[in-house]
């Protein structure tokens, strides 16, 4: 297995870079991206940048592993790897920026059905309006909430039998609604009832 990685010194740069590689036109704030077929990651390396590298690591390797994967859960768990550690030989995240910005676009959430019903375009809000950074509070919101889910999932021993379940499951043509489905069947419990439990947890973090 082999992954190419890519630095650009600045942003300029790096929207050069991705031109030039993949023909792609980023977005004015991003700091990275990562490219499945060709198995590579470019990014921004200002010295600070591991979270960022950490990020697309995850959307790489997890193609060789899920293919499928549904954007909630590949975007949640790339960003839940940003700020992360050890424990016991395997990487565990740990609450980061993006709870930060949870707080500030709290309004702007989507509920967790919502969540795992989202398509790629709806999680990265590609209809809404876009600042100068990049992105909307809308979609600043959906891929906050994505991360802290898994940090929730992953406090309380539920991230990997989810993880498991939708790697194996079979894909038919309702991917929303099976979504919901499953999500509920390895819980154990109504997705309305976890987005309460989740608005609770989340409340009880440190700021």
Do not use: C
Request: net charge neutral.
């Amino acid at each position: 297995f082999h992954i190419t990685v890519y630095f650009a010194p600045d942003r300029g740069q790096l929207r050069d870079l991705a031109r030039k590689l993949h023909g792609i036109d980023l977005a004015p704030g991003s700091i990275g991206y990562s490219f499945s077929a060709d198995q590579s990651m470019v990014g921004w390396a200002d010295g600070k940048a591991y979270g960022t590298f950490a990020h697309e690591l995850f959307h790489v390797m997890v193609r060789g592993n899920f293919g499928d994967i549904p954007p909630f859960l590949d975007e949640g768990m790339a960003a839940l790897y940003e700020v992360s550690g050890f424990e016991q030989g395997r990487a565990v995240g740990v609450s980061n920026w993006r709870g930060a910005l949870l707080r500030k676009y709290w309004a702007e959430r989507p509920g967790i059905k919502e969540l795992v019903q989202m398509n790629r375009g709806a999680l990265d809000d590609v209809a809404g309006p876009s600042d100068a950074g990049g992105g909307s509070g809308k979609q600043a919101a959906n891929h906050a909430t994505a991360r802290y889910l898994m940090l929730y999932f992953q406090e309380r021993g539920e991230l990997r039998p989810v993880y498991k379940a939708f790697r194996s499951r079979k894909v038919n043509d309702r991917p929303a609604a099976q979504g919901v489905e499953l999500l509920e069947s390895v819980l154990g419990r109504p997705l309305g009832t976890v987005d309460t439990e989740f608005a609770e947890w989340f409340g009880k973090l440190p700021p």
